[in-house]
């Protein structure tokens, strides 16, 4: 009888807090499923400019704005969406569409428990909580690195994606880098920027549509860059436009867009005596950015 309670206990201690294909129940356990800071031991460049990037945020709008907040109010209260409930109690996941993109880790990997503890995170304004829900190296390197499911498989367990193979990678739990067929190009984003409308859901609604625009109006138009092209020169994870630096922000903006006026003044001799001020004005502005602007 000893014996056998000491193989349970042993068998208990040796089962991990998830195993792989559980899901999270917590705010906390997908968190540290997709846990990336022992990243920055040896990438610690690339962790500093992720770290500040959108992507480290997803769920916190810009200036700390909480965006998801009318999801979580009571339906029918001001402010609230077709996606509210009259309680906390009964959001689930499929409650936060936004998920798709803005945390595509809590579609696959989470319970609605999570929602529910999002959502009365969300209505005590606790920022800390809410932040610790990132897009992380591990979304992009593992989650999102494979589109064509069917013929290559899901992303394998313990194998990162990038954009070549290492046989030998020092992270203890992705003991492999692969190459991902599609990290230098455009489609890559194109999972989580958005075509147009998000008509799968029972409720449409539409968010970012930029990959739609680039594709539609610059790629047809005879642009040639990828977004990576423009947006991650020389690696940067920064993925700028940041829209928490101002300073940053207009300096990019001031490079960006180009404004071109040509006036022309003239008085205009209605009849004998009566002359009438009158200006032409023709502007022009054009953008450097292979999309609309602005989005989202
Ligand atoms: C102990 C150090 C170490 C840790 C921890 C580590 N890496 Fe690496 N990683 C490296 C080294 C070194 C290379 C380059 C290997 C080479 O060039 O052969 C690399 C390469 C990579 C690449 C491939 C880059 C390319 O050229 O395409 C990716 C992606 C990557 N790491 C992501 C991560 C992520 C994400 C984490 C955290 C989950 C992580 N690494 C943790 C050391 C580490
Ligand atoms: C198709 C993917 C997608 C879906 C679905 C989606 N978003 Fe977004 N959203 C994005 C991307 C990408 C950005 C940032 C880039 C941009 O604005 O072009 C963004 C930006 C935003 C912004 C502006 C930036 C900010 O952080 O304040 C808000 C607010 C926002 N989303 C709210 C939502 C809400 C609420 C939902 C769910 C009802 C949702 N989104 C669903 C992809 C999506
Ligand atoms: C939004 C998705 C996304 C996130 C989040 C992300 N990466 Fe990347 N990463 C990419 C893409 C795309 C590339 C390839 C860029 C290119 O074409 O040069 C890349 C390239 C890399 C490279 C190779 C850099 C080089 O110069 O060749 C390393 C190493 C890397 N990432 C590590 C990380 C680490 C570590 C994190 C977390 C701190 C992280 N990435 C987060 C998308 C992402
Ligand atoms: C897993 C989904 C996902 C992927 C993949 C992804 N993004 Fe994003 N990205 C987002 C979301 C969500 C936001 C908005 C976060 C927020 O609300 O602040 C964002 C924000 C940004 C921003 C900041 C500007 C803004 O308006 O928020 C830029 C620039 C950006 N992404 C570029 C890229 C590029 C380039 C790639 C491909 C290399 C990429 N992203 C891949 C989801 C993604
Ligand atoms: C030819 C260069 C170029 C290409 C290609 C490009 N971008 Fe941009 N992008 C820019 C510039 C420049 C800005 C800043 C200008 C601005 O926001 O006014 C920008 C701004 C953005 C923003 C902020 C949008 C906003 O509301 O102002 C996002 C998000 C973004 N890009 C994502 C992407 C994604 C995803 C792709 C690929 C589908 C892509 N970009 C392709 C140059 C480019």
Redesign the pocket.
């Known amino acids: 009888m000893m014996l056998l309670r000491l193989v349970l206990v042993l068998t208990f201690l040796a089962v991990p807090l998830l195993s792989y294909g559980q899901k999270a129940k917590t705010i906390d356990e997908l968190a540290k499923m997709y846990d990336?800071s022992r990243?920055?031991t040896?990438?610690a460049e690339?962790?500093a400019?992720?770290?500040k990037?959108h992507?480290?945020r997803p769920l916190m709008g810009v200036k700390g704005g909480l965006m998801l907040t009318p999801l979580a109010l009571k339906k029918g209260e001001k402010g609230s969406t077709a996606f509210s409930e009259d309680s906390p109690g009964k959001m689930t996941i499929k409650n936060y569409p936004c998920f798709k993109c803005h945390l595509p880790q809590a579609v696959t990997s989470a319970e609605d428990s999570v929602a529910v503890e999002l959502t009365e995170a969300l209505l005590a304004k606790d920022a800390a909580k809410v932040g610790k829900l990132?897009?992380?190296?591990?979304?992009?390197?593992h989650d999102?690195a494979i589109i064509h499911k069917r013929e290559l498989g899901a992303p394998e367990k313990g194998v990162?994606y990038?954009?070549?193979d290492i046989p030998v990678h020092m992270d203890s739990t992705f003991k492999t880098v692969k190459k991902s067929a599609i990290?230098?190009d455009s489609v890559?984003?194109g999972q989580?920027h958005g075509l147009g409308p998000n008509l799968e859901f029972d409720q449409a609604f539409q968010c970012a549509n930029l990959y739609g625009s680039y594709l539609h109006n610059y790629v047809s138009g005879g642009g040639t860059q990828?977004?990576?092209?423009c947006h991650?020169?020389?690696?940067d994870?920064l993925?700028a436009p940041n829209w928490n630096d101002d300073k940053a922000s207009s300096e990019l903006l001031a490079k960006a867009i180009t404004l071109d006026v040509q006036t022309l003044g003239y008085e205009w001799l209605q009849k004998a005596g009566t002359l009438i001020p009158k200006v032409v004005v023709n502007t022009k502005i054009t953008t450097s950015a292979g999309h609309r602007i602005p989005d989202g």
């Open positions: 990336a990243c920055k040896c990438h690339i962790y400019q992720w770290e990037s992507h480290a990132q897009i992380t190296c591990i979304v992009c390197h999102k990162l990038g954009k070549r990290f230098k890559f984003c989580c990828s977004c990576q092209d991650m020169k020389n690696g994870h993925l």
